[in-house]
């Protein structure tokens, strides 16, 4: 019979969970749910505990099971959690820079939907999103015991020169240190989507230093290549909706912005995090900065070679 998890990664989405997952399932010691991210305790609870159970059933006898979920740092969720595995359950989540994450979020909403509209809806909600998980995040200390919990910090233990996080997740799971480094290799990485579009004449575009020759009478949508899409001969209205759509996507973070949302949310925010939990927050103060992501590569079969000098 499967077993249920004795580890949950509860996230969050955007901060490296993908990366978590990708190096704790090479560890022959853990057996991680097939696939990533079940959403049970946020979005599939009806579908009940047998459903769940049968997403660990490929685990050894001898292997710690896990899973990582990056929707399970909510109020709702973690009680559901609770009552299904138990309080000595192994929590550990990921907190990043609130504006980097709102932007990362908002741009992968974006190649997942092509749906319209800019920053300013998300940065408005920001305050909000930020008490909510300062909620969450209470309600973990007092639903689970402390010492079961383990926080990472996505500039501090991820992304950073000496990532740490693997040591940190195996020490507080109880199991030995990998005998190799942890990787940095990212996954699922941002990128800023865009359309474009050839009417009577092949395009030939650089992009990333890379030659990319696009096809007459085509619109494509560049983003996550799971999310890319491909029209051909698209109608005049296709084009102008497109058009539309991407000229209202934020395509960079100013500095300014960055200063306004900083003050107004994250450091207060940091501050209550800092009093309440004894984290170490510093790395959210950082000075204002501008945040731009490269555009997203059309398909690869679109790419030609070109003369270093082209």
Not at 17 to 45: D, M, Q, W
Not at 199 to 225: M, N, S, W
Request: hydrophobic share 40%; with cysteine; charged share 25%.
């Amino acid at each position: 019979m499967s077993r249920p998890p004795a580890f949950v990664v509860l996230g969050q989405g955007k901060s490296g969970t993908s990366l978590i997952y990708r190096v704790l399932e090479r560890n022959p010691a853990i057996a991680l749910s097939e696939p990533k991210e079940l959403h049970y305790f946020s979005a599939h609870y009806d579908r009940g505990l047998a459903w769940y159970l049968s997403h660990f059933a490929h685990a050894d006898p001898g292997q710690m099971v896990g899973e990582v979920s990056p929707s399970y740092l909510t109020p709702e969720a973690l009680p559901r959690l609770l009552e299904t595995l138990g309080p000595d359950t192994k929590l550990i989540f990921v907190l990043r820079r609130p504006i980097e994450r709102a932007y990362a979020r908002y741009l992968q909403d974006i190649c997942a939907t092509q749906k319209p509209g800019g920053f300013h809806v998300i940065a408005r909600a920001l305050p909000g999103w930020l008490d909510l998980q300062h909620a969450a995040i209470r309600l973990c200390y007092s639903l689970f015991r402390p010492e079961n919990i383990l926080p990472l910090f996505f500039e501090t233990d991820i992304a950073c020169a000496d990532p740490c996080y693997e040591r940190k997740i195996l020490a507080h799971l109880g199991l030995p240190p990998a005998d190799h480094a942890a990787t940095l290799d990212r996954v699922n990485p941002s990128v800023m989507p865009h359309y474009i579009f050839t009417d009577e004449r092949p395009l030939i575009t650089f992009l990333r230093g890379k030659r990319y020759v696009i096809p007459k009478h085509r619109l494509i949508f560049c983003a996550q290549q799971r999310n890319s899409e491909e029209i051909r001969n698209p109608d005049p209205q296709q084009v102008r909706d497109a058009v539309w759509k991407m000229s209202g996507w934020s395509r960079l973070i100013a500095p300014e912005e960055y200063a306004a949302l900083q003050a107004r949310a994250v450091l207060p925010a940091a501050d209550r995090l800092e009093r309440d939990f004894g984290f170490d927050l510093s790395h959210w103060r950082c000075p204002p900065r501008r945040i731009m992501y490269d555009p997203a590569l059309p398909f690869p079969r679109f790419q030609k070679d070109a003369p270093a000098d082209a």
